[in-house]
């Protein structure tokens, strides 16, 4: 099993950025691909970005194209999601996840249930 961690949530002014990072613990960090979520009350998680075991691929939603930039450190066992010019609407409990189903992953990346392990949460809220 792997373990997650998100840290570096918080509030910011509209326009303002945040960094969050995932700090895994347990098996191999880098047989993971891993995603970011996140979820505000009475909605479903949703899907922001992903990254692959290898560094080397991202994928975004639409409304984080252009914003957010995920990025990975396998030795610090770490995932960052950088995000800019955030504005209220952004405001939600970020999550991150770790995939090891990479079949799964690859056909539906942006799903809740390609991932198999999940940290508690990071609060971000963003002020206008």
């Known amino acids: 099993q792997v373990q997650l961690v998100e840290s570096g949530g918080g509030l910011v002014q509209a326009g303002g950025s945040l960094r969050l990072s995932c700090t895994a613990s347990?098996?191999?960090?880098?047989?993971?691909?891993v995603g970011w979520f996140r979820q505000v009350p009475g909605k479903e998680r949703e899907f922001v970005g992903t990254?692959?075991?290898?560094?080397?691929?991202?994928d975004y939603s639409d409304s984080a194209k252009g914003r957010f930039t995920i990025t990975r450190d396998d030795a610090k066992n770490t995932v960052d999601l950088q995000m800019n010019s955030l504005s209220p609407g952004d405001t939600a409990v970020y999550y991150c996840?770790?995939?090891?189903?990479?079949?799964?992953?690859?056909?539906?990346?942006?799903?809740?249930?390609?991932?198999?392990?999940w940290g508690q949460g990071t609060q971000v809220s963003v002020s206008s």
């Open positions: 990254i692959d075991r290898t560094g080397d691929s991202t």
């Open positions: 347990g098996r191999t960090f880098s047989w993971y691909a």
């Open positions: 996840a770790a995939s090891g189903r990479l079949p799964a992953w690859y056909k539906r990346r942006n799903s809740t249930r390609s991932y198999d392990y």
